[in-house]
T-cell receptor, first 113, second 112 residues
């Protein structure tokens, strides 16, 4: 079964510190993509970062990096130098070759000043 | 560019009524998606369309139908609304499954 698991319902981080949001996935397909999205309290969905299953290097986008461990089926998001504006829900998602998509339940991140 | 637009933004239905949620994208994307988001949960895929002329069921398709009218438009229809369909509905589009999805602003639907 295709499944995404985010085990941290809520996380707190001090401003300017780094934080890791966990994501594990389950699929038997060899070709898939892993995504992270941010959903602020305003409700829109904002794309952060993408990792393909065949990509050798971990993806990075500015302050966001994806720690991809294929053998462990994990795709953790690392946010460096947290800012107050990073407070939001964060969703991990998996896209399969046939365009099917699965989202995790999300992690609510709160950045403390 | 408008990106992904959805109409309406809000809707209240009575049980048994029908309605169609409209979605359009102006980015020439091949793939389009319909999701629902319930309180405290992630998005669940209802239907998707990998390309114009094709549609496939996602994780929670029961009670819904879709139409990929053309490359730009992908509509979601509730034939006989039920209270369990109260949710926020998001439409999204992407070049392909390997590319980021762009989301619409969502439709908040309440079924009484």
């Amino acid at each position: 079964a295709q499944k995404i698991t985010q085990t941290q319902p809520g996380m707190f981080v001090q401003e300017k510190e780094a934080v890791t949001l966990d994501c594990t996935y389950d699929t038997s397909d060899p070709s898939y993509g892993l995504f992270w999205y941010k959903q602020p309290s305003s409700g829109e969905m904002i794309f952060l970062i993408y990792q393909g299953s065949y990509d050798q290097q971990n993806a990075t986008e500015g302050r966001y990096s994806l720690n991809f461990q294929k053998a462990r089926k994990s795709a953790n998001l690392v946010i460096s130098a947290s800012q107050l504006g990073d407070s939001a829900m964060y969703f991990c998602a998996m896209g399969l070759f046939n365009n099917d998509m699965r989202f995790g339940a999300g992690t609510r991140l709160t950045v403390k000043p | 560019n408008a990106g992904v637009t959805q109409t309406p933004k809000f809707q209240v239905l009575k049980t048994g009524q029908s309605m169609t949620l409209q979605c359009a994208q102006d980015m020439n994307h091949n793939s389009m998606y319909w999701y629902r988001q319930d309180p405290g949960m992630g998005l669940r895929l209802i239907y998707y369309s990998a390309s114009e002329g094709t549609t496939d069921k996602g994780e929670v398709p029961n009670g819904y139908n879709v139409s990929r009218l053309n490359k730009r438009e992908f509509s979601l229809r509730l034939e006989s609304a039920a209270p369990s369909q109260t949710s926020v509905y998001f439409c999204a589009s992407s070049r392909s499954v390997r590319h980021e999805q762009f989301f619409g602003p969502g439709t908040r639907l309440t079924v009484l």
